[in-house]
């Protein structure tokens, strides 16, 4: 490699044998030279797509490079992956679903790399034996007896070999692995490796995330902003092979009226009914229980002694009754599927004053669920049939809803977020301070700000949601940002579809904001934004439903001229709103001036509800510093800002620290 770096710059070594004859001369400077990436870096990407099932091109790793580890493509194709590979790129797509074939390599070439293989081995179909790496023995440690060590900790089974490692692959039986702390040994590749095979098995913790400064600084980063990988912190230390801390559950008495859960079979509703129960201090009854002990058989045995689905419905539907009659208060009850497709039930689903939760499961999962689980009587429709049948019931009778993430297995996640989504249900809001900021997310799709989450929310005390600037409209992709928002942070969330008329994206139809509206309140998201430039009858039927949501009753008037008229109007407008909680009105600023004319007006304004006032552009910053109550603000780490001329909380910060205004 040295050498060659030497031809190219104007000083030709001659080799001859053992030896190596370097000429008095000096270097030129070539007119165009391409430094090429770091091959043994490139692995990891390359791998992150082999092992998801990715596509990743690297650029400057080719076919004309000089380094050995671009070669690590070959290892990949081994596997089951299609490359190509140019002059100058290489480029990989991992197979369906991430599924490796395992191989037996010699490595002697790629010693840099064995461990990326090694990391990958461990989902793929069969045994993997690395061969010729002996000298992996004596690099920033005992690389193999390390990689045996830390894959075992994860429950894959490794060993070493006299001059490699043996790793057997577990398939597609990826549950059966689990995460671990991984202790790097101070070696940067150790951690890259691992944080790869974290992509596949959940719960992986790296010790040592700064020992990749050594060759790739930027790793990290990279992961999260380049190839969308979400990282957290952890909370404490974590046993190897213990459930981590922060996901265990501390029971909490919380009085409040009884809470029934509907759903899909297979949606997860008993196991979480029953988490929610011991982690509240309640009861817990699930009907299907109770009948086949009221009735001394099974419901399989039922429905098999010529019983039919109506008539074990209906018994269903009187032990719901009989049950939050006498536990009317601190209790979860958990109905069987289709108790709403029962009139009666449904009625009472749907008057019923207490908190009726809709946990929803992608319909796929449900599905391959069920076909594992023969103690059950089968339905008499397919489970996708009966999900189009029943959606619209579950809808109707449900107050809340909540989402479980599609391909999400971890129970122990998903129960810890259901128990806290159903505290925030049952427990008064919290009240914003009176100095206070939310931060505006503009990104078509939040999982692109989840890596630097914690970033985000310094200063800040509740997040909108922006629905019209997401990438997709449909209710489930938006009932899912709310909850992967939900299981990053603990802060309260602003729901707004801001429509075209108020300086937004939707452009939708009266009725169709008022169904996306309807997913912020079922998700209880605890401020919902109103427009009050829609019909006002509309508003006041939508805010009687509001719950535990506050409602955000605003105006934004970006062509309206700045004059006092036009801004007591805009206030005016928002006050109409029966029920509302907070009152917003943006102008916007096309002169310094209008800032103290719309102080003058707020002045004026007549009201107990907190106000949020401001005008863009500009002209308009200094309305931003002087509005105290849920400032909107940016963050540089934004890709856009949410309107012109927002300035972020620390900018705000330091500005009414200069002026005295802190």
């Known amino acids: 490699m040295t050498t060659s770096l030497m031809n190219s710059f104007g000083v030709k070594v001659e080799k001859n044998g053992n030896s ?18 770091d091959a043994s870096s490139a692995s990891y990407p390359l791998a992150i797509a082999a092992i998801t099932g990715g596509k990743i091109t690297v650029k400057n790793v080719g076919s004309k490079s000089i380094q050995s580890d671009s070669k690590f493509y070959t290892v990949l194709k081994s596997m089951g992956c299609q490359v190509e590979q140019t002059e100058t790129d290489t480029t990989v797509q991992g197979p369906p679903g991430g599924l490796l074939q395992a191989v037996e390599v010699d490595m002697s070439t790629l ?8 990391a990958i081995a461990a989902v793929a179909q069969g045994t993997t034996k690395i061969t010729n790496i002996a000298n992996q023995r004596v690099k920033e440690c005992n690389r193999i007896a390390a990689m045996v060590k830390e894959l075992g900790k994860c429950g894959i089974k490794a060993s070493e070999l006299p001059d490699g490692i043996q790793v057997e692959g577990v398939g597609s039986n990826v549950a059966s692995l689990h995460g671990a702390h991984i202790d790097c040994y101070k070696d940067h590749r150790i951690a890259m490796s691992f944080a790869v095979l974290g992509l596949r098995v959940p719960g992986i913790v790296i010790t040592d995330k700064e ?3 050594k060759t790739y600084p930027e790793f990290w980063e990279h992961c999260q902003k380049i190839f969308g990988i979400g990282l957290d912190v952890p909370i404490g230390l974590v046993q190897d092979t213990q459930p981590q801390p922060q996901l265990q559950q501390q029971q909490t008495k919380i009085e409040g009226d009884s809470i029934i859960i509907i759903g899909m079979r297979g949606s997860g509703k008993s196991t979480n009914g029953n988490s929610i129960a011991k982690t509240l201090g309640w009861q817990f009854f699930d009907l299907d229980s109770v009948f086949e002990q009221k009735e001394g058989c099974t419901i399989l045995n039922f429905i098999q002694k010529g019983n039919s689905w109506s008539a074990f419905r209906e018994k269903e539907s009187i032990i719901l009754k009989e049950i939050i009659t006498s536990h009317p208060k601190n209790t979860v009850i958990v109905c069987g599927g289709g108790i709403v497709e029962t009139k009666d039930a449904h009625d009472f689903l749907v008057n019923y004053k207490g908190a009726v939760l809709h946990l929803i499961r ?27 049948k029943r959606k619209p019931f579950y809808e109707s009778a ?9 391909d999400d297995e971890n129970w122990t996640t998903i129960e810890l977020s259901l128990t806290n989504f159903v505290k925030t249900i049952l427990t008064p809001p919290v009240e914003q301070p009176s100095t206070s900021f939310f931060l505006s997310l503009t990104y078509p799709n939040v999982t692109r700000c989840l890596p630097f989450i914690n970033q985000l929310t310094e200063h800040i005390h509740a997040l909108e949601l922006r629905v019209d600037l997401l990438e997709n409209y449909s209710l489930n992709f938006i009932k899912q940002q709310i909850q992967l928002l939900r299981k990053h942070t603990t ?20 009725e169709e904001m008022f169904t996306l509206l309807e997913v912020g309140l079922k998700a209880n998201c605890e401020f919902v934004d109103v427009e009050a430039c829609w019909c006002l009858d509309k508003i006041t039927a939508f805010v009687s439903k509001k719950r535990k949501s506050k409602i955000i009753a605003s105006q934004h008037a970006f062509n309206l001229p700045v004059t006092t008229e036009n801004l007591v109007g805009l206030f005016n407008d928002c006050l109409k709103v029966t029920g509302a909680d907070v009152i917003k009105v943006v102008g916007f600023a096309k002169e310094v001036k209008h800032v103290f004319t719309l102080q003058q007006v707020i002045s004026g304004i007549s009201t107990s509800l907190p106000i949020i006032s401001l005008l863009a552009g500009d002209k308009g910053r200094l309305s931003r510093v002087l509005n105290k109550f849920m400032t909107p603000v940016t963050h540089p780490l934004l890709e856009n800002a949410a309107a012109p001329g927002q300035l972020s909380a620390a900018q705000i910060l330091k500005i009414r620290e200069m002026i005295g205004d802190n």
């Open 211 to 213: 020992c990749v400064n």
């Open 362 to 388: 992608d319909i796929d999962n449900i599905v391959q669920y069920l076909g594992s689980d023969k103690s059950r009587p089968s339905l008499l429709s397919e489970p996708r049939e009966l999900w189009i």
């Open 398 to 406: 449900s107050k809340y809803e909540f989402v479980i993430p599609k």
């Open 111 to 118: 010693t840099d790399c064995f461990m990326t293989i090694a």
């Open 491 to 510: 802060l309260p969330i602003i729901y707004t579809v801001r429509s075209i008329n108020q300086g937004g994206k939707f452009s939708g139809t009266e």
């Open 20 to 37: 190596t004859k370097v000429p008095l001369g000096f270097y030129v400077n070539p007119l165009h030279f391409t430094i090429e990436s």
